[in-house]
Nanobody
Framework: QVQLVESGGGLVQAGGSLRLSCAASGRTFSPFAMGWFRRPPGKEREFVGHIIWSGGDTFYANSVKGRFTIYSDNAKNTVYLQMNSLKPEDTALYCC????????????WGVGTQVTVSS
């Protein structure tokens, strides 16, 4: 089983930036994709974006497109979420997860890192 540990969250003013990290450890790590999700206060978890592990193709939710960038360092088994032009509505608990194969479900969720954006 893979263990995922997120880091990099914090308190930032609107318009600011943060970079989150998601480090994977455990068995040999070669997923199909890595995804970022977030859970705003009082709301359900929502998809932020993902990166295809082999090739680096990315896909983003419309709400973050153009502001957030996902990239990976495969040698370090780490995926990053660069967040720019942050808005108060980006406040959430951010988590990463593994997608092992096409058509499977995300799994091996990390506990998350809190991002709070003040207005």
């Amino acid at each position: 089983q893979v263990q995922l540990v997120e880091s990099g969250g914090g308190l930032v003013q609107a318009g600011g930036s943060l970079r989150l990290s998601c480090a994977a450890s455990g068995r040999t790590f070669s997923p199909f994709a890595m995804g970022w999700f977030r859970r705003p206060p009082g709301k359900e978890r929502e998809f932020v974006g993902h990166i295809i592990w082999s090739g680096g193709d990315t896909f983003y939710a419309n709400s973050v497109k153009g502001r957030f960038t996902i990239y990976s360092d495969n040698a370090k088994n780490t995926v990053y979420l660069q967040m720019n032009s942050l808005k108060p509505e980006d406040t959430a608990l951010y988590c990463c997860a593994v997608l092992n194969t096409i058509g499977s479900s995300y799994r091996d969720w990390g506990v998350g890192t809190q991002v709070t954006v003040s207005s």
